[in-house]
């Protein structure tokens, strides 16, 4: 059996006045398959995240997820038709407890869990990401990566039939780095869909099943990591004209 | 025609007055519920000089303006800044200021209140009629009018042709990056706040030239100054001076052709005309 | 219920029960100062429900109170005082349904300019209609309930408004305004629907304040557009909240208390001077008491028991 187009893409421009930050993106990513977004600074990664996932209203283009136009529509709608992410910058509910903070990703979205299930399903998550100990702790205690963890697991509380993960193993030292590797390799095995935003090679080699890549708002080149990292304008994207 | 010029002359001071809040919201990002007493403080100074010592209102903003500035930026030192060091968010800072500020006005009112009484004021000062169109207005609107139109150009000038208006400008955009640049953010933000005060008491002192005042009248004119900024778009400063002629002109349609004491609803259903379409200010560009 | 919810449970009733015997004793002074603070306290924690988890400022409660009086003051004569009340919440549920959706999609700073308008603007269209309409200025309401009554009623109000904040604070909505409270981006992105979740709770909030206003009507019975619609009051349940602690349920209500007691000393003796003070009291909740009696509190007892 064939396998089924998770998230399609065609044509997603968003301009903010006269500044274009995504031209024209058009890509598919099939279900159980991890798509690497990649390309320098300011390329619109970000952006493109954040159209899939309706922080932002898309320009024009339209996107479709499992055949279900979702551009145009909400975050809070897209979040319950099964998009999960977490954020470039690690957002916490600082007055919450770690349990309360993972318990927010699924109560409202793709999963509607209360009371004692909510709770069974927010420990395991916790300890799915190795924060088992931490359950009633404050969120003021924590460090960075525990964090970066514990948004993870409020990501996958709502069981998403799609994960955005933004840059989410920036900022983190090689031992720190590995360990998030795994993590999101565990997930790979899991059967999940994933598209990650990431600048760390290691990372995208070994996680990413497919890439696409991205210049000052366009698809530039999109192929298996070995493939784009090979690629000339792949090469002058990121180095300069010289180095091609 | 008649609502028209009426429309002009109203909103040349309304302009004034929203540009000083603007200077205090746009670039020192507090929202200051206070302003409309200061506005009032500089009728009441202008009143005083007016029947004390004989000095016309346009001459009392030479000195009314350099006092509110001094006012406003002991008010930023001492109540404001506290609040911005210890915000952890800008929510925070935002329900915090408005709170303040709040209290700020109460105190306005209350002192002005002891010390001038509670009761209406106006003095007569150049009620000559002046015909224009087969209609009469009081030389006083008009003088009132030309001052304003005065300051604010002088205000818009200083603030897109000078090196000081280029830092405040550039606090306004983006504070984080004005202080790369060198720019001691703290005291810009104290400099506009203060600017703005000494604006809005010079606002002050030309409406009292033609209107009636009173100690509390201060929130009438910080709502209307709020709704300009708003519907003209938050730091746009071009925005804010059509914006008070539109204002200008839909009070006076609707207090000539409805009823006078309509004018606030009227500003009311223009801010929700606003809320509802163009949330963003008929100038502002769409945030991102 | 656990065992500290049966236990606030029960200290709720006994001090409910304890007011409600107020009227029994006295009629003149603790009488009035009793139905003065149970207003207050109804509304300033009708206040807290919606301004404690999402920081939005609300100015609307006057609003809303007169709303509710003048409902009472136009048709008493047409309906039965009951079902008047009834009137009065579901246009007050109605207004504020409105100016939810149209504020509360935005900033706070839009909603509170626009709430502190929301009297004026309502005094002023049912001042130019009365006008218009050739009626008079004021209103008769004339009933045969007494104080007691009064003050058993918002005793019996305030009662429903524990029981409402409670059954939030534990429902998925009460979760849904925390999230809120703490991070919109995190929370639309969890699939919470932001704006509804505010609107609602807007609306529980104003509803009350409209119930209150209906159910002192008959204490001034004669109403005017410009006591129904006093700014005061919206300011004075600001403070009183924010004083007691907007985050907690029982906040309110530590702040009401002293605050009246002394308020009403102070403007006794000097009337002149309220609106400074007011001034002051804003200053004081902001820079000395940034969390509210409640948050000293539980600072307090939190030193104590650590001290154990």
Redesign the interface.
């Known amino acids: 059996m064939a396998a089924r187009s998770a998230l399609s893409v065609k044509n997603a421009t968003k301009n903010f006045g006269g500044l274009i930050a995504v031209n024209q993106m058009s890509f598919d990513i099939e279900e159980h398959e991890v798509l690497g977004l990649i390309g320098p600074n300011g390329s619109g990664k970000t952006t493109m995240m954040n159209l899939i996932s309706g922080a932002l209203r898309i320009s024009s283009g339209h996107i479709q997820l499992f055949g279900h136009v979702i551009s145009g529509q909400s975050a809070s709608q897209i979040s319950r038709l099964g998009v999960a992410r977490t954020f470039q910058l690690v957002r916490m509910l600082n007055s919450m407890t770690v349990l309360e903070n993972v318990e927010a990703g699924g109560v409202f979205g793709h999963r509607k869990l209360w009371g004692g299930s909510l709770q069974m399903q927010a420990v395991e998550m916790l300890e799915k990401v190795g924060m088992g100990d931490a359950v009633y702790s404050p969120i003021s205690a924590l460090t960075y990566i525990d964090q970066k963890r514990v948004e993870l697991a409020r990501a996958l509380m709502s069981d998403p039939r799609l994960l955005l993960l933004d840059e989410w193993l920036a900022g983190l030292n090689p031992s720190e780095l590995q360990i998030g590797i795994d993590l999101v390799n565990s997930l790979r095995e899991e059967g999940r869909t994933i598209i990650v935003v990431e600048h760390v090679m290691d990372a995208i080699r070994s996680l990413c099943d497919r890439c696409v890549v991205m210049n000052s708002g366009y698809k530039i080149a999109e192929g298996t990591p070995a493939e784009v990292l090979a690629d000339e304008e792949v090469i002058r994207a990121y180095l300069g004209d010289d180095h091609a | 025609m008649e609502i028209l010029l009426g429309g002009i002359l109203l909103g040349g001071t309304y302009a004034l007055i929203a540009m000083g809040l603007q200077l205090q919201y746009g670039v020192a990002r507090i ?1 200051n ?1 206070a302003n409309g007493e200061v506005l009032v403080a500089g009728s009441f100074g202008a009143l005083w000089l007016f029947t004390g010592a004989q000095i016309n209102p346009i001459l009392a903003i030479v000195l009314l303006a350099p006092a509110a500035y001094i006012l406003n930026y002991f008010i930023y030192l001492i ?1 404001l800044r ?2 911005v060091r210890r915000a952890k968010s800008e ?2 800072l ?3 200021s ?3 500020t ?10 002005l ?2 010390i001038f009484g509670g009761e209406y004021f106006n003095y007569e000062y150049l009620e000559i009629p002046f015909e224009i169109f087969g209609q009469a207005y009081g030389v006083n609107r008009i003088i009132a009018f030309v001052g304003a139109a005065i300051l604010a150009a002088l205000l818009y000038i200083w603030l897109t042709h000078t090196r000081s208006g280029l830092r405040l400008r550039a606090v306004s955009v983006t504070p984080s990056s004005a202080r790369l640049v060198g720019i001691d953010v703290e005291r810009t933000s104290a400099m506009a706040f203060a600017l703005g005060g000494a604006v809005t008491a010079a606002g002050g002192s030309l409406i009292s030239m033609f209107d009636t005042f009173d100690a ?1 009248i201060g ?1 009438v004119f910080t ?1 209307k100054a ?2 300009i900024v ?1 519907l003209g778009g938050v730091k746009e400063i071009r925005g804010t001076i059509v914006a008070a002629f539109i204002l200008g002109f839909a009070e006076t349609a609707v207090a000539t052709l409805i ?1 006078p ?2 004018t ?2 009227a ?2 259903l223009l ?2 005309l606003v ?2 379409f163009r ?1 963003q200010g008929l100038f502002g ?2 945030s ?1 | 219920m656990t065992r500290t919810e049966i236990r606030n449970f029960l200290i709720t009733i006994v001090l409910f029960a304890l007011a409600a015997l107020i009227p029994l004793s006295d009629s003149g002074f603790w009488l009035s100062m009793g139905i003065t603070i149970a207003t207050y306290m109804v509304l300033s924690t009708s206040w807290a429900l919606f301004s404690g988890p999402t920081h939005y400022i609300s100015l609307a409660t006057g609003a809303f109170y007169g709303i509710g009086m003048f409902t009472v003051g136009v048709g008493i004569e047409l309906l039965p005082y009951w079902v008047l009340v009834v009137v009065a919440a579901v246009i007050g549920a109605v207004v504020a349904a409105l100016v939810g959706l149209a504020t509360l999609r935005l900033s706070g700073v839009y909603f509170v300019i626009f709430t502190l308008g929301l009297a004026e603007l309502i005094r002023q269209i049912v001042t130019w209609v009365q006008t218009t309409m050739g009626s008079s200025s004021g209103l008769y309401v004339l009933t045969n309930i007494t104080e007691p009554i009064i003050f058993w009623e918002l005793l019996i109000l305030g009662i429903i408004v524990y029981f409402i904040g409670w059954w939030i604070n534990r429902s998925r909505l009460g979760f849904a305004l925390r999230i809120i409270g703490n991070d919109e981006v995190v929370a639309v992105h969890s699939g919470i629907n932001t704006a509804a979740a505010k609107i609602i709770l807007f609306v529980v909030s104003g509803t009350v304040a409209t119930i209150v206003g209906a159910l002192l009507a008959p204490r001034l019975s004669y109403i005017e557009s410009s006591i129904a619609f006093s700014p005061m009051l919206s300011f004075i349940v600001v403070i009183t909240a924010l004083l007691g602690g907007a985050q907690r349920l029982w906040g309110p209500i530590v702040g009401v208390i002293p605050f009246m007691l002394v308020w009403d000393f102070l403007t006794a003796t000097f009337p002149n001077q309220t609106t400074l003070m007011l001034g002051i009291c804003f200053l004081l909740v902001v820079y000395a008491i940034p969390n509210g009696f409640a948050g000293l509190i539980e600072k307090y007892s939190h030193r104590l028991r650590g001290r154990t």
Do not use: K, N, T, Y
């Open positions: 929202m519920l109540f506290p609040l929510g925070q935002e329900v915090d408005i709170l303040s709040f209290g700020i006005s109460f105190i306005f009112i209350g002192l209140h002891a509390s929130v709502m709020l709704i708003i009823d004491g309509l606030l609803a500003a009311f801010f929700i809320l509802l949330p560009r769409q991102s």
